[in-house]
């Protein structure tokens, strides 16, 4: 990976990219899981044959699962060859699925997995690195002609070394900061029922944080792999807990 050859493929970075009863709310929450449990099993399917066309090698048979953003920086045999190589390090070993979560106009899709990657051997040479690492891939999926396919996906880190918080005790609202002035939102990785509401555990770029909801205050939106935006009070002595005055799902602004 002939000069003329690179011009024409895309870089890896270009490849990579009203309060419910408690019982209604839990009927709901659990209606809700089934429910992205069976489409996570569908993108799974999508993304094993895909990865099975890229372990063989064979571009035409990785095609029809492939975005157009995809397809259309791959014109020439070339670049189609060097694209099969570029995401050959991204195979993963093993994998482990987190979430699905569809986007509420059915027209897009992310499904978060954590992936064990084999280091080739010169980069462990060069940069000390063990046989494996561990890093979070987010699919990313469109629908096309009523199709799902896939588009670049986004590479995050090893979710081991994120930091956390030393535990989801989330005490009471007395052992947070006076006022409300944390501002912070992320993507719900994990949800805990406690007696008093509910900690939702969002990822964020270098650290995960756990938010206490009140039970007055969740909502069934609120679910893994959705983006929950919190405004609310740290704790005085763990700065990764936050109890939330006020919680809502993040909205996409309307394009102009």
Known sequence: MNDQ?????????EIGRRRFPSAL?????????LSLAQTAQDFIRIYDAYLAAVKAGNYKQAEPYLSAEIRNQLPTPDAQKQYLEMVQPLVPIRYETEFA??????????????????????MQKE?????????????????ESG????????ILGDPDQRARPKDLNMGT?????????????GVILRTEKQAAGTVFVLRLPEQEIAVFVPAAKVSPDFVAGSI?????????????KVWAEDASPYKEQPSQ
């Open 101 to 122: 979560n569809v986007a509420k106009n059915g027209q897009s899709a992310d499904v978060s997995i954590i992936a064990t990657l084999s280091v080739p051997e010169q």
């Open 5 to 13: 050859a690179r011009s024409s493929a895309p870089s890896l970075h």
């Open 25 to 33: 709310l839990a009927v709901l929450l659990a209606c809700s899981a």
């Open 127 to 143: 940069e000390h690195l063990p046989p494996t690492q561990r890093a979070e891939l987010i699919l990313k999926f469109v629908k």
């Open 173 to 185: 609202r007395a052992d947070y900061a006076d006022g409300a002035s944390t501002e912070v939102g």
């Open 228 to 240: 929950l935006v919190v405004h609310g009070a740290e704790n005085k002595k763990d700065k990764l």
């Open 147 to 154: 199709q799902w396919k896939m588009g670049p996906p986004d």
